[in-house]
């Protein structure tokens, strides 16, 4: 009997200040992604949620854009396939939105064609369609994670973090492109800046791994990218600054921006409430909410194919 695959990938937050480009945490926030071969030819998307009004639901979607790299290398490409994304994760936000649709169509399309692909081959496939495996090393593996690539092959150690930690997200009203924020960037950096974040990188590890939370606030503090995203986004140091006051262990630029992040073990409620207001202060409408650590990552489950319910 043929079968629908229902794939589900978290959102993810990169960085956490000093780790540029290797250190990751899953969130509790999802999008899902549903797949199924057709009679019919071509491409049959169904968008739901974020994206929904400006998403292609055609070859230029990145999902598909991954499922037929699968596809291709098993040398038979189904004539059709239909899907229904249904992303909860805000697009251009610095929450992983890209590395998750990536993720998720690799998975379902590696799924669909019984193409017994590794973790192993699969995150290398996500690491090069992103350019980076910060964001798609959590996604697949959830957890934290710590990431370097060897080549084209990612090498990662993951693990939880310590049980109560919670994450507060407060994600603005407008995108940042990665590309744009990148290009913020500048093209050298002095020695003592390489120094402090090579620490501070060594420290936030250290203490997620030791449980020694009071130990992030200095931890998660950044000199190579987020002095330089952060004027980017209006009032961002301001936010983060009410954000430690209202209790957070350590904040941070989430990703590429402009969402920021608090990690917190209490006080969830005030942090966001704290972030929401400051950020209105500015003019800028936010949404800013308590979520918990994603511990397992991409989950995939293969049914009976039946017909998709109607939206």
């Avoid at 098993?74 to 994760?89: H, M």
């Avoid at 169509?105 to 064609?113: H, I, P, T, V």
């Avoid at 690491?127 to 934290?144: I, T």
Wanted: proline share 6%; hydrophobic share 45%; with cysteine.
């Amino acid at each position: 009997m043929e079968t629908r695959v229902t794939v589900t990938v978290p959102a993810t937050t990169a960085n956490l200040g000093p780790g540029f480009d290797s250190l990751g945490l899953a969130l509790g926030l999802y999008n899902r992604l549903e797949a199924e071969f057709r009679a019919e030819p071509g491409w049959h998307l169904e968008i739901v949620g974020a994206g929904a009004d400006t998403l292609p639901r055609d070859e230029t979607n990145i999902v598909v854009e991954a499922m037929q790299r699968v596809f291709e290398r098993g040398g038979n490409p189904p004539s059709g396939v239909r899907l229904r994304l249904t992303n909860e994760i805000p697009l251009a936000r610095g929450l992983g939105s890209s590395a998750a649709a990536r993720v998720a169509g690799l998975a379902a399309a590696n799924a669909l064609a019984q193409a017994n692909l590794s973790e192993a081959e699969l995150l290398r496939l996500a690491a090069e369609l992103e350019g980076h495996p910060d964001n798609v090393v959590p996604a697949v593996c959830g957890g934290f994670t710590v990431t370097a690539m060897a080549g084209s092959q990612p090498l990662y150690v993951r693990f939880d973090p310590p049980s109560g930690l919670r994450a507060v997200i407060a994600v603005p009203d407008f995108e940042l492109p990665t590309a744009q924020a990148r290009a913020a960037l500048p093209e050298t950096y002095s020695r003592a800046d390489a120094v402090h974040n090579l620490s501070r990188t060594a420290l936030v590890v250290a203490a997620l791994a030791s449980e020694r939370l009071d130990l992030l606030r200095a931890a998660m503090e950044d000199r190579i990218h987020q002095p330089y995203r952060l004027p980017l986004i209006p009032g961002a140091e301001e936010v983060l600054a009410v954000a430690l006051e209202a209790g957070a262990l350590g904040v941070a630029l989430s990703g590429a921006g402009p969402t920021l992040l608090a990690l917190t073990a209490e006080n969830a409620a005030a942090i966001a409430q704290a972030m929401q207001s400051t950020w209105a202060q500015h003019g800028i409408q936010c949404t800013a909410r308590e979520v918990g650590i994603e511990k397992g990552g991409l989950r995939v489950v293969s049914t009976p194919q039946v017909e998709f319910a109607a939206l």
